[in-house]
């Protein structure tokens, strides 16, 4: 079974930065393309940024030039470096395999940006 846990959230001032972890266990890692994602109270929850399995990125437009996703297959770890945060970037942030169907949610976990 596949299991994410997200680590590294916080409360951070604007402009501030935070790096997210998240451990995937289950299934072969490598193989996973992973995304990003955060929800925030009366949003769906939506994809922030995503790295394929060869290490293509993409991210959301709100995000470009600000966040940063990498992957290290030897740790089953992917991450999230956050820079220049601003108040709409808090939310609970997920992690999940986006190539894994039904995705598999962790608990998540939260960030909250304010002065």
């Known amino acids: 079974q596949v299991h994410p846990v ?58 470009k030039g600000r966040f940063t996703i990498s992957r290290d297959n030897a740790k089953n770890a992917v991450y999230l470096q956050m820079d220049n945060l601003k108040p709409e970037d808090t939310a609970v942030y997920y992690c999940a395999p986006s190539n894994y169907y039904p995705r598999p949610w962790g608990q998540g976990t939260q960030v909250t940006v304010s002065s």
């Open 6 to 63: 997200e680590s590294g959230g916080g409360l951070v001032q604007p402009g501030g930065s935070l790096r997210l972890s998240c451990t995937v266990s289950g299934g072969t890692f490598s193989m996973y393309a992973l995304g990003w994602y955060r929800q925030a109270p009366g949003h769906q929850r939506a994809m922030v940024a995503n790295i394929g399995t060869t290490g293509d990125t993409n991210y959301a437009d709100s995000v």
